[in-house]
């Protein structure tokens, strides 16, 4: 109502202000305007009284409705405050109540706990004197009772897990492995020391030793071999160790008997010659073994060093000739398997890659290829591949136990490797000494070429299921400390024997 008087106020004053101005710009229109701008006023005045009167009013109501509707409310919520005090009063009985009770059966439950705990220590000091044990022994002796019936049912058991377990294992292993080798047949030529060069005639014999054995002493230092020149017909016998110096001394020698002309100047050069020859050859049987297992490009120089494993031996066994053989095994074995092929061969080809210069690089084989092959920047899925074939290094990928079972599988094949009288025997010693550091082995044998160790143990000391654990341990500490190709078996024999006398 204010704000209303205040503008109509300030209409007003502007009206006034309003006439004055056109009476003084208009005088003669002014007084007909006058009259008709106070009437006009009026009107408006007349109607802001009554506009503000009816705002008031309505104010006036809607302050009583507010009014109204608060007081029923708090009316609702007082009530509300009044029931849930009942409530709670109503609930805090109950619970008194209900905690009494517990209180009780509690004092109730105590009172017959120790009534059983008494009749409890009763009964057993009655059970004590009966049997004469304490109740310590008696539970120690059930425990052991017990402990020794479950370990026999524990061992039974398990026994019978594992022959089923390897049952299965082995029809799959072979079947992977005998689809393998069929697929894969290659004659085996164990390399030998030395080397047989015929002569066209025994007078060749002769110049070859020349005067006061000049021309035999100059070959032999050059060449690195030994030349025997015995009383075979028509034949000189080069012996040395390393095939690499053999090979040479071979194209010399039949060089210089093609020639005809033997003489010091000419066996250096001859030698030279056959070098040069060797070198060339050795690049070429390593591009055919590339082409061969179908590799892939290499680097030339690493294609050289792998051809330079045709003049290695192991055991008798041709490295190249094993590496590739090896490449072809690992392929097959991981495309059965599920593995990278590709990954595989590369990595069984180039796995002994370091014999190609272990006698001018210090460090094992596998050290040294695994340095060759990084200098090159083979991938390192190969170099994993390769470096886990002596489990020198942990199997890191699938690809590398392929490698391991590929290189296992060509080394341990009938007539691929020959073995010496003393690295024979002296694993058939190993094999017995290891068995016999066990405690209660009285007896320890190695039979079957090396491939069965029986074992005789005292029956008073080892029972059944000892025995079985001791066949494990003792199988577990070959594969640690011998070394052997293929699989060893072990076996543990316990006799019992039970003598009476009739008379």
Do not use: C, W
């Amino acid at each position: 109502m204010v704000i209303t008087f205040q503008l109509t106020t300030i209409g007003i004053l502007g009206i006034l202000v309003g006439m004055g101005i056109g009476y003084m710009t208009r005088h003669l229109i002014a007084s007909r305007r006058t009259l008709q701008a106070e009437s006009r006023a009026q009107d408006i005045i007349v109607r802001a009284e009554q506009r503000s009167h009816e705002l008031v009013l309505r104010a006036q109501q809607e302050s009583i409705r507010i009014l109204e509707e608060a007081k029923r409310d708090d009316q609702e919520r007082r009530l509300r405050i009044a029931q849930l005090e009942a409530s709670i009063l109503h609930e805090e009985q109950n619970a008194t109540s209900a905690t009494q009770e517990a209180v009780a059966l509690r004092d109730a439950l105590r009172q017959e706990r120790d009534a059983l705990m008494q009749e409890r220590r009763h009964y057993i000091s009655a059970l004590e004197r009966a049997s004469g044990l304490s109740s310590a022994a008696a539970q120690a002796l059930l425990l052991e009772r017990v402990q020794e019936h479950a370990d026999e049912d524990l061992i039974m058991r398990m026994h019978a897990l594992e022959q089923r377990s390897r049952e299965v294992l082995e029809k799959k292993a072979q079947h992977i492995l005998t689809s393998t080798i069929q697929r894969y047949a290659k004659s085996h030529i164990a390399e030998l020391t030395t080397t047989t060069v015929q002569l066209p005639s025994d007078e060749v014999k002769g110049r070859l030793i020349g005067k006061e054995g000049r021309n035999i002493k100059t070959f032999e230092r050059v060449a690195g071999v030994d030349l025997i020149v015995d009383d075979t017909p028509q034949t000189v016998v080069i012996s040395g160790f390393d095939p690499y110096r053999r090979q040479v001394a071979r194209i010399a020698l039949e060089k210089l008997i093609l020639d005809g002309r033997i003489n010091p100047v000419r066996i250096e050069e001859s030698v030279k010659l056959a070098r040069d020859e060797v070198q060339e050859k050795i690049k070429e049987a390593g591009q055919a073994a590339i082409l061969e297992t179908g590799v892939g490009m290499m680097d030339p120089k690493l294609v050289a060093l792998l051809g330079r494993l045709a003049l290695r031996t192991s055991f008798g066994q041709n490295v190249l000739l094993h590496s590739i053989e090896m490449a072809h095994i690992a392929g097959m074995l991981a495309a059965e398997l599920g593995g990278d092929a590709l990954i595989a061969k590369r990595g069984a080809l180039l796995h002994d890659i370091g014999k190609a210069v272990d006698h001018e690089v210090p460090g094992t084989h596998v050290d040294i290829g695994r340095k060759i092959l990084q200098k090159f920047n083979i991938d390192q899925r190969v170099i994993h591949a390769m470096e886990s074939h002596h489990e020198e290094y942990p199997y890191v990928t699938l690809e590398s136990r392929i490698v391991q079972a590929a290189d296992a599988i060509s080394a341990a094949r009938p007539g691929a490797r020959r073995d010496t009288a003393e690295a024979y025997l002296k694993r058939m010693e190993d094999l017995e000494r290891v068995a016999m550091t066990f405690q209660g082995v009285e007896k320890a044998y190695a039979v079957q070429a090396g491939r069965e160790l029986r074992m005789f143990v005292h029956p008073r000391e080892i029972s059944d299921s000892a025995a079985v654990f001791l066949a494990r341990d003792i199988a577990k500490k070959v594969e640690q400390e011998v070394k052997y190709p293929g699989e060893i078996k072990v076996t543990v024999i316990r006799e019992t024997r039970a003598i009476e006398y009739a008379r």
